[in-house]
Structure formats: structure tokens, C-alpha cells
């Protein structure tokens, strides 16, 4: 898929006229001073492909005028032709040509990947970082998975509040095992895609606990394992909220964490995302759309003029800021705008 053209009006710090950009199908720079906007319109895409505020929904409004609501509106083509617009207050109403959508169903017609600033963190950070990575992903490969996520994070939420009275969490243990058990089998069936590619790039992945039963057998088996110190613990002692993705180097065996430089970390996200994006066009038959914040910072020439190699290659469409122009020049650029200092 890819947006020919999008219109953002009374969104975060883009009030008055409404801006009105058309885009072209391979790499779009969003160039520009920080504080300018550049996030703030790539944000404004995050909307329109179904995974909504980097922050909070109430921030997107316009800064300078919180009585109105923010819009947007696009169109996007490729696979399927439509329009995809979101009136955004206090909550966000999505319409594809008109008609009202999910942000499940909107993620599946539009899918994509996105790379914030801190996404690093993906391979340096906790693990709660990794496992988001895995979390939006496995929304888009099993459309079942988010709702899933949702309810066993509200089951969750009951059995530590039963733990923390000291009553019984006995009547939550159904659901914790099925609906975590779920999310855990769906993590390492993708972690599993994930390793067969990128073991040809002398990495591999891997989600531990490695376990040799199904997730809802796992759990249910450490539930009762871990009863006497949960209630000592006043919370949950196992689950998916406790999975970790392992990053390795094929040839040494090291954590990536601690053999790679920061810019080779940086290279490393973009080939996981990029496979990433091979597994969503297999399993859903569309291009992904990739939305980058300062992808090419801390890189040098050579990782900048690799990277935009690499996307290229991809022939996806490709939304990236950066503070200046990140490249020795703009050949194969299709479009670049220019936010002024």
C-alpha cells in the first residue's frame, strides 16, 4: 500500500489551513529543525494506518485551539484504492471511503511498521521494548492477537488485585492461562519466521522461555508452581508479560546488546524490520508503509547511504525525518518536505 496524498487540519502544532501534501511511492523525507513538526505529521500517518497517537489521543488536537477536533484525511492505493479519514477529540473516529473502521481492521488494509526515536531501545533496552515490537507485529500477522492482549492484561490487572486483598485468584486462572497461553504460542510462531530470515544475516532470535508444550499447558502448570510465592509476591509470577526476545550474533554466540556499536544497532533494527515487513507481505499480501523518526541518526556516510539502499530495495513506501538532508544527495529521493527553521 502507499498514501498518494494526506490532509492534516487542527493537528497538534499544524493549525489554521488545512496542509495538504501528496506523496510519491518510495522514500519521502520529512526534513526540518526539531520542534518544526516532522513527528508530528509522520503522527499523523501512525492515525491513518490504524495504530493511532505516539502519546496520548488528546495531545493530537491543535495546540493552539483545544476546542476543535483534529482531521485528517487520506488516500492510499496499490493492493485497494480508498480513503481513510479520523476526526480526533477525546476519542478517534476512523472511516475508510466513509464507512466506519476499527483500528484492527484499518491496521490490516494499511499495514505498516513504525521506528520511533527511542527504538533503539529495541535492542538495548528492556525487554518490555522487544516485546512491543513483537506485540505489533503479531497484531498484524493474527488479527485475533490485540483484542487477546487487551483482555488478558485487564485479567492480569484483576488477579494481582485479588492477590494485593489477600483473596483467592483461583477464579482468573481460566482465562490468565487461555488468553496468555495464546499470546505466547503466537510470539514464538512469529520469533520462529523471524529466525529463518535472519539467521542468513548472521543473527538469530529467539523467545525464552523456550517452551517444548503449547503456552496454556506452560501456564497452567507454573500457576500452580508459583501459587505460595504469588500470594507472597501479591502479583502474577509467570506469563507472557515475562518473555524475553533474544538478539544473537550466529557467529560468537554474544547478545547484540553488548558486541554492536550504536550505529550497528541501528543497522540491525532496520533488517529485523524489514523482514518484518516480508512476514506481513506474505501473510496479508500487501507492501507494508515504513515510518521512520530519525532513523539515520548516530550513522555515518556509509550506514546512511546503506540504509537507503536497503530501503529501496524493499520497494515499499518509505516515510522518513531527519533534521537535514541525511544523504550525499537527493538521487532516487522521490519527495523531501521542507518544514522552515
Known amino acids: 500500500m502507499k498514501f498518494d496524498f494526506s490532509v492534516i487540519k487542527n493537528f497538534r502544532n499544524f493549525s489554521g489551513p488545512e496542509l495538504k501534501i501528496k506523496w510519491d511511492p518510495g522514500i519521502n523525507l520529512i526534513l526540518g529543525p526539531n520542534g518544526s513538526g516532522k513527528t508530528n505529521l509522520l503522527e499523523s500517518l501512525s492515525v491513518m494506518c490504524g495504530w493511532g497517537s505516539f502519546t496520548r489521543t488528546q495531545n493530537m488536537m491543535s495546540w493552539n485551539d483545544t476546542t476543535s477536533r483534529a482531521?485528517?484525511?487520506a488516500q492510499l492505493s496499490g493492493e485497494e484504492k480508498f480513503t481513510v479519514s479520523a476526526a480526533i477529540s477525546s476519542r478517534v473516529a476512523l472511516r475508510i471511503n466513509d464507512k466506519a473502521i476499527s483500528f484492527t481492521d484499518l491496521r490490516l488494509a494499511v499495514p505498516s511498521i513504525i521506528f520511533l526515536t527511542g527504538g533503539v531501545n529495541l535492542i538495548d533496552g528492556a525487554p518490555s521494548a522487544r516485546r512491543l515490537f513483537m506485540?505489533?507485529?503479531?497484531?498484524?500477522?493474527?488479527?485475533?492477537y490485540a483484542k487477546k492482549l487487551s483482555d488478558f492484561k485487564y485479567v492480569m490487572r484483576s488477579r494481582t488485585a485479588l492477590l494485593r486483598q489477600g483473596k483467592s485468584p483461583d477464579a482468573t486462572a481460566k482465562l490468565f492461562c487461555s488468553?496468555?497461553?495464546?499470546?505466547?504460542?503466537r510470539r514464538r510462531e512469529v520469533a520462529g519466521l523471524l529466525k529463518t530470515v535472519m539467521n542468513q544475516n548472521n543473527f538469530s532470535v529467539e523467545f525464552l522461555p523456550v517452551l517444548n508444550i503449547a503456552g496454556e499447558r506452560f501456564l497452567t502448570k507454573a500457576l500452580k508452581e508459583s501459587s505460595a510465592r504469588e500470594r507472597q509476591a501479591m502479583r502474577p509470577l509467570t506469563g507472557p508479560n515475562y518473555d524475553e526476545l533474544a538478539i544473537i550474533l550466529s557467529n560468537n554466540g554474544k547478545s547484540a546488546s553488548e558486541a554492536l556499536s550504536r550505529g550497528q544497532k541501528r543497522k540491525l533494527i532496520l533488517n529485523m524490520i524489514i523482514t518484518a515487513g516480508k512476514l506481513i507481505m506474505l501473510r496479508l499480501g500487501r507492501k507494508p508503509i515504513l515510518l521512520f523518526d530519525d532513523l539515520t541518526a548516530e550513522l555515518d556516510f556509509e550506514g546512511r547511504e546503506w540504509t537507503r539502499q536497503k530501503l529501496l530495495e524493499t520497494g515499499w513506501q518509505?516515510?522518513?525525518t531527519a533534521p537535514e538532508m541525511p544523504f550525499a544527495d537527493e538521487k532516487n529521493i522521490f519527495a523531501a518536505v521542507?518544514?522552515?527553521k
Open 318 to 320: 518509505v516515510f522518513m
Open 71 to 73: 482531521l485528517t484525511f
Open 179 to 185: 488468553l496468555g497461553g495464546f499470546i505466547m504460542d
Open 338 to 340: 521542507n518544514f522552515p
Open 135 to 144: 506485540d505489533r507485529l503479531c497484531s498484524l500477522l493474527f488479527p485475533p
